[in-house]
């Protein structure tokens, strides 16, 4: 059974950078084929992708968002990590970290999210 | 910043049926790529409802359905319950952003 759970603060000041833990069972991210990514919600709005890494450290970003993201792996942890920089409060979301297979792409388990807000 | 559409809102009497419209463009829904769906209850994640067009998950009924046409894709849900009062969103790929896209989001309220 894959389960995946995000960590991190909940309330972050503007300007500040953000960092992100998803720390997952079930799977391994250093198994051929397997990628984590994070999406993230602000509050009544859409679903967003943000970034992707994936068991040979490919990494993806958001073209949008890209000069602000970082994700990075620890295998060894079993945890995924994203940071994002200069935070604004147009920032504020809840942050999903979910599974998926190279190819796939698509999503196919998801944690329960971590609201995070953004303000002085 | 969605670069899939969805109407904002669909609502059905129990029983009934209704379907959610998924629009995209010749960079991702229209260039081939798979469309998949997910099903998010108030206050929870998504969970992925319809993958590859048209599959279901294990676990997913099968009143629950998906199709796509060019630049579009459709969920449909019949014999509407109350359990699928949710939101909803289809997801692609897009070849020009280089990224995994999402839909507009469509509520749908059980009447």
């Known amino acids: 059974q894959i389960t995946l759970k995000e960590s991190g603060p909940t309330l972050v000041k503007p300007t500040q950078t953000l960092t992100l833990t998803c720390t997952f069972s079930?799977?391994?991210?250093?198994?051929?084929?397997?990628?984590v990514g994070w999406i993230r919600q602000p509050p009544g709005k859409a679903l967003e992708w943000l970034a992707l890494i994936f068991w040979d450290d490919d990494k993806r970003y958001s073209s949008s968002l890209k000069s602000r993201l970082t994700i990075t792996k620890d295998t060894s942890r079993n945890q995924v990590v994203l940071t994002m920089t200069s935070m604004d409060p147009a920032d504020t979301a809840t942050y999903y970290c979910?599974?998926?297979?190279?190819?796939?792409?698509?999503?196919?388990?998801w944690g329960q999210g971590t609201l995070v807000t953004v303000s002085s | 910043q969605s670069v899939l559409t969805q109407p904002p809102s669909v609502s059905g009497a129990p029983g009934q049926r209704v379907t959610i419209s998924c629009t995209g463009s010749?960079?991702?829904?229209?260039?081939?790529?798979?469309v998949h769906w997910y099903q998010q209850l108030p206050g929870t994640a998504p969970k992925l409802l319809i993958y590859?067009?048209?599959n279901r998950p294990s676990g997913v009924p099968d009143r629950i359905s998906g199709s796509k046409s060019g630049t579009t894709a459709s969920l449909a849900i019949t014999g509407l319950q109350a359990e699928d009062d949710a939101d909803y969103y289809c997801?692609?790929?897009?070849?020009?952003?280089?990224?995994?896209?999402f839909g507009t989001g469509t509520k749908v309220t059980v009447l």
């Open positions: 590859g067009n048209s």
């Open positions: 010749s960079s991702n829904i229209g260039a081939g790529y798979d």
């Open positions: 079930g799977f391994s991210v250093s198994t051929s084929g397997v990628g």
């Open positions: 997801q692609s790929y897009d070849n020009t952003l280089s990224g995994y896209v």
């Open positions: 979910a599974h998926t297979k190279f190819g796939e792409l698509r999503f196919a388990s």
